[in-house]
């Protein structure tokens, strides 16, 4: 299992290996085609979940991996060659459909896998949905890490190093995932079928669009203020550090009940990125400091982990069609909603644009939480 887990590490590395390249690719056009182009991921991911959310059931576990190891190394590939605000918007494009084959498959490999040694489907679901949320945050954490210690390194070098290491590591990936046991071979069906929301994981769910939809903020519009500003890769490490410190709290909070990991994480959520965004607004680095590592730990330690479980766990005869039902919508959040903010940071000023953003995810909790209560 623990191959399924780097695989989906690798794949996710091509997403944010480019991020602290975010404002050199933009050239000085502005918020709004930046988040556009960054938009691009999450809008090609919902428009083609009918399709990916069954195909791992029609093709089986392993062909719909490699699928998107593939992908994510074209679209490394492509910005290694054509950087640009086009070209990411392209790579982007591939990079949702890697990951949508990726996500909607790994997670019921690896349950399945973990049944195979006599995990319980409860156990099994909970197994895989940390499986997919460790190596997604992790690598979402990583990538611009990766990235910035090579600009240190090397600043004039492009593309960067790390970018070939990359393709070289989804080269080496390849053939082991290839080997690995399949779990669900192909079987008949309907090539399209819309993702599943098991009943009762609306509010569960629903918690990603601000969950992700702040950390899309911090992914677009916040490095773009910091650089206008003056502290043009302060944004980068903000990121990272905001997706380090969730991968981390994943570690620690795993065995907590899901709908108690969403009530810890949306309050916590509110209060990191109040202080991300003042420290964006008022150009501070301590506040960034402080606040990015809470909004990850509510992000993508409690929020993601706690709503991904939830889904599979509500529909284990069908974990890829939950599990792209559950990111259709963390994709919308992570989509429209940086994408709001960019536009509304053009017409009105990022203070502004950040102040609204926040006020908007304090509704959304006070709304959700009597929603997730504990059964």
């Not at 509510?298 to 509500?314: E, F, N, R």
């Amino acid at each position: 299992m623990w191959l399924v887990g780097l695989a989906v590490f690798a794949a996710g590395l091509s997403t944010t290996l480019p991020l602290p390249l975010y404002v050199e690719y933009a050239g000085g056009g502005g918020t709004g085609p930046l988040a556009a182009a960054f938009a691009c991921y999450a809008g090609i991911l919902i428009l083609t979940a009918p399709l990916l959310g069954p195909l791992p059931d029609r093709i089986g576990r392993r062909p719909c991996m490699l699928i998107g190891l593939g992908l994510a190394g074209g679209s490394t590939l492509l910005l290694a060659l054509w950087p640009g605000v086009l070209p990411l918007a392209i790579a982007r494009c591939m990079q949702g459909v890697a990951m949508g084959c990726i996500a909607n498959s790994a997670g019921a490999w690896a349950a399945e896998l973990a049944e195979r040694r006599g995990a319980t489907p409860d156990a099994a679901s909970r197994m895989g949905a940390r499986i997919v949320a460790a190596g997604t945050a992790g690598s979402f954490g990583a990538g611009p890490v990766f990235t910035l210690i090579n600009l240190m390194a090397l600043p004039d070098g492009r593309p960067p190093l790390v970018f070939w290491a990359h393709l070289a590591l989804l080269v080496a990936l390849l053939p082991a995932v290839a080997r690995l046991p399949e779990t669900r071979r192909g079987v008949p069906g309907a090539p399209l079928r819309l993702p599943l929301f098991p009943r009762g994981t609306l509010p569960s769910t629903l918690a990603m669009v601000p969950g992700w939809g702040v950390t899309g903020v911090v992914l677009s519009t916040v490095p773009l203020a910091l650089a206008a500003l003056g502290l043009p890769q302060a944004g980068a490490w903000a990121v990272a550090g905001m997706i380090l410190a969730g991968t981390a709290t994943q570690q620690v909070f795993r065995a907590v009940e899901p709908r108690r990991a969403l009530r810890l994480g949306l309050p916590l959520l509110t209060l990191g990125s109040g202080l991300v965004f003042l420290g964006a607004t008022l150009a501070s680095p301590w506040l960034l400091l402080l606040g990015a590592p809470l909004t990850g730990m509510a992000a993508y330690g409690l929020v993601y982990l706690g709503g991904l479980a939830a889904a599979t766990q509500a529909a284990p005869l069908d974990r890829p069609r939950a599990t792209a039902g559950f990111f259709v919508i963390a994709h919308a959040g992570f989509s429209l909603v940086p994408l709001a903010v960019g536009l509304a940071a053009d017409a009105v000023g990022s203070a502004a644009a950040l102040a609204g953003m926040w006020l908007c995810v304090l509704a959304m909790t006070l709304a959700l939480l009597p929603f997730l209560r504990p059964r």
